[in-house]
């Protein structure tokens, strides 16, 4: 069956340091990968897409690889800061789901100042 | 959270009773989806819709059911409460463009029901 795999473990990391979140699948070849922010008691925010036909991605202190042999996308946050501490989700999705996404359970960030 | 709304944001019903949640957007967007949040489990879809009348299941979709009457409004209704089903609902929804539509999906601020 399809599986999503990000950092079981929390991520804690000192400001100002780049911080670097994995999501890992297996079984699944997405079209895209997108990435999402959750906050405690909200709903999750939208972030980045990146496509399968695309490496990297970037906004603003946010970059996005996704890399469909190792079937890995990596998320990076650099020049981190005490309000980038949230739980950050992976979702992958295909052109013949018709929207339906398939979610990685998150990892929480902690930035500490 | 703005455009899409949940309601009620909280409830707590007993088991064995029915419980309808609503879902309203007011971007006139096409698909709208339905997700309970579990620790542990992370997001699971139970169930989504791509229009007016049109649903489908995900893939916790036992015990649950939907209704879609409006492009604006997507009901969840659990016929018979289980303790199995507290857990933190969200509704989502996303625009449908063409083929290659990539659904970046906007939520709620979702709807936390106990079952006692």
């Known amino acids: 069956s399809q599986k999503i795999e990000q950092n079981s473990e929390a991520l804690n990391i000192q400001e100002g340091k780049t911080a670097t979140l994995t999501c890992n699948y297996t079984?699944?070849?997405?079209?895209?990968l997108q990435w999402y922010r959750q906050d405690p008691g909200r709903g999750p925010v939208f972030l980045l897409l990146i496509r399968e036909n695309e490496k990297e991605k970037r906004k603003e202190r946010l970059k996005v690889t996704f890399d469909t042999t190792l079937k890995q996308s990596l998320f990076h946050i650099t020049a981190s800061q005490p309000a980038d501490s949230a739980t950050y989700l992976c979702a992958l999705g295909s052109f013949n789901q018709g929207g339906k996404l398939i979610f990685g359970q998150g990892t929480e960030l902690s930035v500490k100042p | 959270d703005a455009g899409i709304t949940q309601s009620p944001r909280h409830k707590v019903t007993e088991t064995g009773t029915p419980v309808t949640l609503r879902c309203h957007q007011t971007?006139?967007?096409?698909?709208m989806y339905w997700y309970r949040q579990d620790p542990g489990h992370g997001l699971r879809l139970i169930h989504y819709?791509?229009?007016?009348?049109?649903?489908d299941k995900g893939e916790v979709s036992d015990g649950y059911s939907v209704s879609r009457s409006k492009t604006e409004d997507f009901l969840l209704t659990l016929e018979s409460a289980t303790s199995s089903q507290t857990s933190v609902y969200f509704c989502?929804?996303?625009?449908?463009?063409?083929?290659?539509?990539?659904?970046?999906?906007?939520f709620g601020p979702g709807t936390r029901l106990t079952v006692t």
């Open positions: 819709s791509y229009g007016v009348k049109d649903t």
């Open positions: 989502a929804i996303s625009s449908s463009g063409n083929s290659g539509s990539t659904h970046e999906q906007y």
């Open positions: 971007e006139n967007h096409r698909y």
């Open positions: 079984n699944y070849s997405p079209a895209y």
